[in-house]
């Protein structure tokens, strides 16, 4: 890049893998400012300096693995994503990159970067700066006159995966957005265009973030926003929101922002959540902007957050929430197989309507398309559990309810939310009024936090899990559009709905 330019700008050469932003105040300087447009006279004389916490991870001063994979051992799992609201697979099946769950394994050979050399340029020259396909690099756009580059450099202990809405090859989760419910609406994130039809109006950018995992024990992994392009580039343009740091380096935020909640607790024993953050591209940690592309940044964040994942952080991309869970919180999930047995345990003790008397059970883990005639449904106001009948609306109801009636027992499932427009009716056992909705098995074990009894259901979905599930689920609120949060059931993205989220179910055992 040198040679390409000569003396058009000032090339500084330093060892910023060993400097941290987050270690010391950052004075924002955005763009149109005095300051933005002139870089600091200390730009050219910064000494390297050691901190407690790196702006990209380095793997803690080991040595890199030349035997990555001996044959008495397996493969090193850092951890799996899991993007809510497709309940174990993406509607039309998981395809390759496309799908609704991915693990992230160490690699034969490390893949990640850090930062290296800091450039100056004037911005007529930043695309020659960018051209070499070969070099890492992320470009900060200042003005019209001015860009400052920083060149990434190949790191041994690291290995770095990228999630985003493009499918090019360097994106190893393509993430595509859901149609999240509001109101008790049904598709849910697994409905249609959850699966991979690319919105016309998608929100989530195509390079959206990047997770740098530790090739060395402990396997830490942090997240950082935005990704690495076809021509290995970074772009933040002349609108994005930037700054220069007090030690003279570059930040900022891409357009709708990446956040993230790390639990307040440990995420299967205190389901608690945490506070919602937002991630810049050196990976310091922000409150969150007024609205998610407002140009001016929250107030850094210091004290004991970082970017850090840990068992159940979330990571949301403004159109798709994602899950983080370590191997050992995995562990402690039920697994597919566990999941099952479980069915098959609710079967066999025969649970039967209270009024028809035949006898219900809940369709295969694979069947998810269509309501099965002997699936159990519930009454949301109460939990009792009846086979499907077609009667039960209030009077003032009969004339719009009666008629969306009878479409119930062949619509689509699409990851099994019931339709609002189903109506409320009146439990026969009690006589409370509310949504009447088919029962489904949460599959994804992953959104479990524990593998107990499937017992209680989410509202206004009808989505079975364990207890201790539908509770802590129940309290995490998650992004929706621009400054909203809703507490939405994880298995199909259904916003929650009556006093607590949840319901717990009241079967009747067989008559003999």
Same mark, same amino acid.
């Given at each position: 890049?040198?040679?390409?330019?000569?003396?058009?700008?000032?090339?500084?050469?330093?060892?910023?893998?060993?400097?941290?932003?987050?270690?010391?105040?950052?004075?924002?300087?955005?763009?149109?400012?005095?300051?933005?447009?002139?870089?600091?006279?200390?730009?050219?004389l910064r000494p390297s300096c050691n901190k407690s916490q790196p702006s990209m991870p380095l793997g803690s001063g080991s040595q890199p693995h030349d035997a990555l994979f001996p044959g008495d051992k397996e493969p090193v799992k850092y951890g799996e994503l899991i993007v809510l609201?497709?309940?174990?697979?993406?509607?039309?099946?998981?395809?390759?990159?496309?799908?609704?769950?991915?693990?992230?394994?160490?690699?034969?050979?490390?893949?990640?970067?850090?930062?290296?050399?800091?450039?100056?340029?004037?911005?007529?020259?930043?695309?020659?700066?960018l051209s070499n396909k070969s070099q890492h690099s992320i470009s900060y756009t200042l003005s019209r006159s001015h860009s400052v580059i920083v060149e990434y450099t190949h790191d041994s202990n690291t290995d770095m995966f990228q999630i985003g809405r493009s499918t090019e090859s360097?994106?190893?989760?393509?993430?595509?957005?859901?149609?999240?419910?509001?109101?008790?609406?049904?598709?849910?994130?697994?409905?249609?265009?959850?699966?991979?039809?690319?919105?016309?109006?998608?929100?989530?950018?195509?390079?959206?973030?990047?997770?740098?995992?530790?090739?060395?024990?402990?396997?830490?992994?942090?997240?950082?926003?935005?990704?690495?392009?076809?021509?290995?580039? @970074?772009? &933040?343009?002349?609108?994005?929101?930037? $700054? +220069? %740091?007090?030690? #003279? !380096?570059?930040?900022?935020? *891409?357009?709708?922002?990446?956040?993230?909640?790390?639990?307040?607790?440990?995420?299967?024993?205190?389901?608690?959540?945490?506070?919602?953050?937002?991630?810049?591209?050196?990976?310091?940690?922000?409150?969150?902007?007024?609205?998610?592309?407002?140009?001016?940044?929250?107030?850094?964040?210091?004290?004991?957050?970082?970017?850090?994942?840990?068992?159940?952080?979330? @990571?949301? &991309?403004?159109?798709?929430?994602?899950? $983080? +869970? %370590?191997?050992? #919180? !995995?562990?402690?999930?039920? *697994?597919?197989?566990?999941?099952?047995?479980?069915?098959?345990?609710?079967?066999?003790?025969?649970?039967?309507?209270?009024v028809g008397f035949n006898t219900l059970a809940f369709p295969s883990l694979a069947q998810r398309a269509t309501v099965d005639k002997k699936q159990p449904w519930v009454y949301m106001n109460c939990g009792h559990v009846h086979g499907y009948h077609n009667w039960g609306f209030r009077?003032?109801?009969?004339?719009?309810?009666?008629?969306?009636?009878?479409?119930?027992? #062949?619509?689509?499932?699409?990851?099994?939310?019931?339709?609002?427009?189903?109506?409320?009716?009146?439990?026969?056992?009690?006589?409370?009024?509310?949504?009447?909705?088919?029962?489904?098995?949460?599959?994804?074990?992953?959104?479990?936090?524990?593998?107990?009894?499937?017992?209680?259901?989410?509202?206004?979905?009808?989505?079975?899990?364990?207890?201790?599930?539908?509770?802590?689920?129940?309290?995490?609120?998650?992004?929706?559009?621009?400054?909203?949060?809703?507490?939405?059931?994880?298995?199909?993205?259904?916003?929650?709905?009556?006093?607590?989220?949840?319901?717990?179910?009241?079967?009747?055992?067989?008559?003999?």
């Amino acid at each position: 890049i040198a040679s390409a330019m000569g003396q058009d700008y000032v090339c500084v050469s330093l060892s910023l893998s060993a400097v941290s932003p987050r270690s010391s105040p950052l004075d924002m300087v955005l763009e149109g400012s005095s300051e933005a447009l002139c870089p600091p006279p200390p730009l050219e004389l910064r000494p390297s300096c050691n901190k407690s916490q790196p702006s990209m991870p380095l793997g803690s001063g080991s040595q890199p693995h030349d035997a990555l994979f001996p044959g008495d051992k397996e493969p090193v799992k850092y951890g799996e994503l899991i993007v809510l609201g497709h309940n174990g697979s993406l509607a039309s099946g998981d395809k390759g990159r496309r799908r609704s769950r991915l693990a992230l394994y160490k690699r034969p050979k490390a893949n990640g970067v850090k930062p290296d050399v800091i450039h100056n340029v004037s911005t007529p020259l930043v695309s020659k700066a960018l051209s070499n396909k070969s070099q890492h690099s992320i470009s900060y756009t200042l003005s019209r006159s001015h860009s400052v580059i920083v060149e990434y450099t190949h790191d041994s202990n690291t290995d770095m995966f990228q999630i985003g809405r493009s499918t090019e090859s360097m994106i190893d989760l393509v993430v595509t957005d859901s149609a999240g419910g509001g109101g008790g609406q049904g598709q849910g994130q697994g409905g249609a265009g959850g699966d991979g039809g690319q919105s016309a109006q998608s929100t989530i950018s195509r390079y959206a973030c990047r997770i740098i995992c530790e090739r060395n024990a402990p396997y830490t992994a942090r997240i950082y926003a935005a990704g690495f392009d076809s021509s290995k580039n @970074i772009f &933040l343009g002349e609108r994005a929101a930037k $700054w +220069r %740091t007090s030690d #003279g !380096l570059m930040d900022g935020l *891409t357009t709708n922002g990446v956040l993230v909640m790390h639990p307040a607790g440990e995420f299967v024993s205190e389901p608690t959540p945490g506070v919602w953050r937002e991630i810049s591209v050196c990976g310091n940690v922000f409150a969150l902007r007024e609205t998610r592309s407002a140009q001016q940044r929250g107030k850094l964040v210091v004290d004991n957050e970082s970017n850090t994942l840990q068992d159940g952080s979330l @990571i949301d &991309l403004c159109g798709a929430t994602l899950l $983080w +869970r %370590t191997p050992g #919180g !995995l562990r402690r999930t039920p *697994t597919l197989k566990q999941l099952e047995s479980l069915r098959q345990e609710l079967n066999a003790a025969r649970p039967q309507c209270p009024v028809g008397f035949n006898t219900l059970a809940f369709p295969s883990l694979a069947q998810r398309a269509t309501v099965d005639k002997k699936q159990p449904w519930v009454y949301m106001n109460c939990g009792h559990v009846h086979g499907y009948h077609n009667w039960g609306f209030r009077k003032e109801k009969a004339g719009t309810s009666q008629a969306a009636a009878t479409a119930v027992p #062949g619509m689509p499932g699409s990851g099994g939310t019931a339709p609002a427009s189903t109506g409320d009716r009146e439990c026969p056992m009690c006589r409370r009024v509310g949504p009447y909705v088919p029962l489904w098995l949460g599959c994804e074990g992953g959104l479990y936090l524990d593998a107990g009894p499937p017992t209680h259901a989410f509202c206004p979905c009808g989505h079975v899990c364990s207890e201790k599930t539908v509770q802590g689920w129940s309290q995490i609120p998650l992004p929706h559009g621009t400054h909203a949060f809703h507490a939405a059931c994880p298995f199909c993205g259904t916003w929650l709905t009556g006093e607590q989220g949840h319901i717990k179910l009241i079967f009747q055992g067989p008559v003999d």
